[in-house]
């Protein structure tokens, strides 16, 4: 079966209490079934009789489990626990590097997604887990609960390029990756509108990184202003990987096509030293200057899996949750889940992929909560829209599914792409990513 972009868009799409602290709680106030001891302290949240479910990370996969457990066992008392006190997209954030689109509308309200979905935001970090007791710890006190779900993205792991934690906090500082929203996305942006000319390095780490296509689209974008503004500079583009991991034909036509003289991409480029004093990067068979640089190093599952233990090795210290593939469930716990980018299975890490997957977490824990059977396994969605010019703005396209094989991962399975950028097509997509974007925000955010 083939899907249009139409009918994945319309999917996308239907598939689709507040309270901030900064004072302690009463440490006497307790709760009939909690069991605090006089060595914490509860966070200020009204206790209740119903069941609990506690989400940690107010990102794509945290946000829409919140909404979706509620939704489907509304008796339940749902605590989304987000470090942040706003959100901001990664998705169409290579948009705003060159201003195409404001930052309101990447900016969302986490106490609107609360109140219109009848949860409890809480600005608080999650800091570790007593699962015998099943109490969260967090900066701003403990809460109990019934059922735990973690969805708190990634991290970086910079231990491939080095060990040295001065050079690292150099490359996270002047350096950014720019894979997380916030400070990182607002240095680059500084970087490119400041860049004067000469070369500017992008690249590309090797595995399951976040968001395959975003530095492919990174590059095409900044290449495009680096055109239209008439710059003497060119991004250089260094792939660990040895070819383009996703929409390679469109972007590959898009390189050679579009940017010619603008961005120069070269794959198979490990990366064996980067020296920031003299400004030149090494890969095993050549040597690139540069005038500046975003260094985007391999990913790991956020570290708060690690530190409550339910994080497993895999290759290459990826750390992401140690779960049942089809079930989410923590292997050899109990009602502790996990979602979102920092799962293990080869999924894409996207948004949309996140999203569709908190869907069916929730499902998972309102089955649990209304005592129903355990709903049958769903394959996540992947819809992915990635711009390639701005003027005029243009985009190719990627929906999939995915099936489990007898190996124990999963294929792509569904899957339809649109990578034709030259004719009216590529300008419709480019349209639709926008489309695609509102009808996510408003999922996330409104009722
Ligand atoms: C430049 C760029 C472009 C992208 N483009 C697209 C695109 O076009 N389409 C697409 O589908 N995807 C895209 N993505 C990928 C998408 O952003 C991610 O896949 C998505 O954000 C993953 O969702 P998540 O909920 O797993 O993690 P996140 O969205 O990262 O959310 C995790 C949340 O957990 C919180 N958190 C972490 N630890 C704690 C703690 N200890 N306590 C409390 N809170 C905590 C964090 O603050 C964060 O808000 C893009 C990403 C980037 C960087």
């Not at 979706?68 to 989304?80: E, G, M």
């Not at 992929?353 to 908190?358: A, D, L, R």
């Amino acid at each position: 079966m083939s899907i249009s972009r139409r009918d994945a868009l319309k999917f996308s799409a239907i598939t689709a209490a507040t309270v901030s602290i900064n004072a302690y709680a009463n440490p006497t106030s307790t709760k009939s079934k909690e069991t605090f001891n006089s060595n914490t302290f509860k966070a200020p949240i009204p206790d209740t009789k119903n069941q609990r479910v506690v989400v940690v990370g107010g990102g794509w996969s945290g946000l829409t489990v919140a909404k979706y457990t509620k939704r489907f066992a509304p008796n339940s008392d749902v605590i989304l626990v987000e470090q942040r006190d706003h959100f901001v997209s990664c998705p169409i954030s290579n948009l705003w590097l060159v201003d195409n689109v404001e930052l309101e509308f990447l900016t969302h309200d986490y106490l609107q997604a609360a109140r219109e979905n009848d949860y409890i935001y809480f600005q608080a970090a999650a800091t570790n887990l007593d699962k015998k007791n099943k109490i969260l710890k967090t900066s701003n006190g403990d809460i109990s609960y019934d059922y735990i779900v973690f969805a708190p993205g990634i991290d970086y792991d910079y231990s491939l390029w080095t060990d040295d934690l001065a050079f690292e906090r150099r490359l996270r500082q002047e350096y950014p990756a720019g894979f997380k929203p916030g400070s990182e996305h607002m240095t680059l942006k500084n970087k490119v509108k400041n860049f004067k000319g000469g070369n500017f390095i992008l690249t590309v780490p090797k595995g399951n990184y976040r968001c395959l296509p975003a530095p492919y689209e990174r590059a095409c974008i900044i290449a495009d202003y680096f055109k239209q503004n008439r710059l003497d500079a060119k991004v250089i583009l260094l792939d660990e990987n040895n070819t383009i991991t996703i929409k390679e034909k469109g972007f590959l036509s898009v390189f050679t096509e579009l940017y010619k003289g603008y961005l120069e991409y070269y794959p198979n480029s490990k990366i064996e030293n980067i020296n920031l004093d003299e400004k030149i990067v090494e890969t095993e068979f050549e040597e690139f200057n540069f005038e500046d640089a975003s260094f985007y190093p391999q990913i790991r599952g956020a570290k708060i899996l690690q530190t409550v233990g339910i994080a497993k090795d895999t290759q290459h210290n990826k750390l992401e949750g140690d779960i049942d593939f089809f079930t989410y469930e923590v292997k050899g716990e109990k009602d502790i889940f996990i979602s979102g980018d920092a799962r293990p299975m080869g999924f894409s890490k996207s948004g949309n992929t996140s999203h569709s997957e908190g869907q069916f977490v929730a499902k998972i824990l309102a089955a649990k909560i209304n005592k129903q059977p355990a709903p049958k396994w769903e394959s996540p969605t992947t819809t992915c829209f990635s711009a390639v010019s701005i003027k005029p703005q243009r985009a190719i396209y990627i929906y999939t599914q995915y099936a489990p094989m007898k190996s124990g991962r999963f294929r792509f399975d569904k899957t339809y792409s649109d990578e034709e950028w030259r004719g009216k097509q590529g300008a419709i997509n480019g349209d639709s990513i926008f489309d695609w974007a509102t009808a996510l925000y408003t999922d996330m955010f409104s009722s």
